[in-house]
């Protein structure tokens, strides 16, 4: 096998980053690909500051035992999605802005092309559809993989519609996360499959089993409540201002605690803070290295998005023996966790906190036990990625 270039917009410990890491780790361990084979291509940075935090975050990660890393400009450099723009700002300033930015890493990737060639590259994985616009850029034989993870709006603007155009046509094969995900690539079934995020979740049992009083102590959490924790990162669209509602409006008998886990950007985040030094059932504990840790204490795990989420954080919550607490909206595909409803899984009318209250009630009456459930997918998911990287 040839070298491969697996290109990540994110190198964070959470959700698209974590998976992305697990999934690496188990190919190299496996001897699915040798170590030497591969090149680790991330987003660079121009402020120093972010320059810390991305080398501290490398030193914490499986990223940190390999030998070829590099910085390249992606679109994430510059902290945009190029994707998220209105239909109707398509004449605006900040579209001029993004072509601007689009302009200028393109340019900086011409450089990059003449690199790929030498290295005798034979594949290239990229980690997230808001990587597409490299597709621009990269050489015609190369196959290429990319794993979609983002549920987004394809007819919201040319420019979206252009993305889907350059996808289709240039990668070969197309990973999507789950059912709602491949929506938008299901016409295309010779190069689409659905592969679940890897989720190994052996050390968060044994913590739950063996250490659940002890971490209660070290992050300051009443043992004797019930614990819903919203993990992941802080922004407007995950819907930790309705969390924060529901800590305020539903904890009528005092039953509950709220745990807020992740990072955010400063505006946002610092609203999530002011709620939560007014009310006492709310906790923001900042992002935790070893997440295992807050879902050993965690028993109901809820996403507040205002569409039907099956991320990374949702298959944890499972896997570590947690409740799971899902908003849906009408139309939504739930096939994929239908074993579960009602069991594991619960799902509430989104952003509708009396909804959300009566799905606590059916799991306080349900019970809290793990109910034989695997703790992890691992030997599935390498089994369906090793083909993939077998082309």
């Not at 250490?211 to 043992?223: A, N, Q, R, S, V």
């Not at 807050?294 to 028993?299: E, G, L, R, S, V």
Request: proline share 3%.
């Amino acid at each position: 096998m040839g070298k491969i270039i697996f290109i990540t917009h994110d190198i964070g410990i959470y959700g698209a980053s974590k998976s992305f890491q697990i999934t690496l780790k188990n190919l190299i361990e496996k001897g699915i690909i040798k170590k030497s084979e591969v090149i680790i291509v991330y987003p660079k940075t121009f402020r120093k500051f972010a320059k810390i935090i991305t080398e501290k975050q490398i030193n914490n990660s499986y990223l940190k035992n390999l030998p070829n890393k590099e910085e390249w400009i992606l679109p994430t450099s510059f902290g945009i999605n190029v994707m998220n723009v209105e239909y109707n700002n398509i004449f605006s300033s900040e579209i001029r802005r993004i072509f601007k930015i689009l302009l200028l890493y393109i340019y900086w990737l011409f450089k990059y092309k003449k690199k790929i060639k030498n290295e005798s590259i034979e594949k290239i994985y990229l980690n997230s559809i808001i990587l597409w616009p490299v597709l621009l850029v990269l050489p015609k034989k190369i196959k290429i993989i990319m794993h979609i993870r983002e549920i987004l709006d394809f007819n919201s603007n040319f420019i979206a519609k252009f993305a889907k155009k350059l996808i289709i046509k240039k990668c070969h094969k197309l990973i999507a996360i789950d059912k709602q995900t491949a929506k938008d690539f299901e016409n295309y079934k010779e190069k689409l499959v659905i592969i679940t995020n890897p989720v190994d979740m052996k050390k968060a049992r044994d913590y739950k089993e063996n250490k659940y009083k002890y971490l209660c102590e070290k992050y300051k959490i009443d043992p004797k409540k019930i614990h819903i924790a919203l993990i992941g990162r802080i922004n407007r669209r995950k819907g930790h201002g309705f969390f924060c509602k529901l800590a305020k409006d539903s904890d009528i008998n005092n039953i509950f605690e709220f745990i807020i886990v992740g990072k955010g950007q400063n505006e946002y985040l610092n609203i999530i803070l002011e709620n939560t030094k007014k009310m006492d059932n709310l906790r923001y504990l900042g992002e935790i290295k070893n997440i295992d840790e807050i879902y050993a204490i965690t028993h109901v795990v809820i996403r507040c998005d205002d569409f039907f989420p099956l991320g990374r954080t949702v298959w944890e919550g499972l896997y570590s023996g947690c409740k799971v607490l899902l908003p849906l909206n009408k139309g939504d595909n739930i096939r994929e966790i239908n074993k579960y409803l009602n069991k594991e899984v619960f799902l509430y009318n989104s952003r509708d906190i009396k909804s959300v209250i009566t799905e606590l009630e059916k799991i306080i009456k349900y019970g809290f036990d793990e109910k034989n459930l695997p703790s992890d997918n691992i030997a599935e998911n390498i089994k369906k990625i090793k083909k993939i990287f077998n082309l």
